[in-house]
Nanobody, 115 residues
């Protein structure tokens, strides 16, 4: 069974930075693309960034210029570097991957931005 495991969530003050990790149980080249999503309390899940197997990443307007996705192929890991965090970034952050026709989700990691 393919698994995605997120980590790195924490409580950070406004203006702070945080780097989330999404480690896959197999090569990330197995996926046609990956995504980062987030869900704030009482709100719908929101797409944050799309990470194609090849090509440019796409970011939501709300995070553009502040969030950056990177990959470590050898570690089967995708990262989400978040900078200049604001309270509205508070959410559970989820990693998603599409493999064939299968949707694969991680369990999520909590990010709280508060002073």
């Amino acid at each position: 069974q393919v698994q995605l495991v997120e980590s790195g969530g924490a409580l950070v003050p406004p203006g702070g930075s945080l780097k989330l990790s999404c480690e896959a149980s197999l090569s990330i080249f197995s996926f046609s693309h990956m995504e980062w999503h987030r869900q704030a309390p009482g709100k719908q899940r929101e797409l944050v960034a799309t990470v194609p197997r090849y090509g440019s990443r796409v970011y939501a307007d709300s995070v553009k210029g502040r969030f950056t996705v990177s990959k470590d192929i050898e570690k089967n890991t995708v990262y989400l570097l978040m900078t200049n965090l604001v309270p509205d970034d508070t959410a559970v952050y989820y990693c998603y991957a599409l493999m064939g026709s299968d949707d694969i989700w991680g369990q999520g990691t909590q990010v709280t931005v508060s002073s």
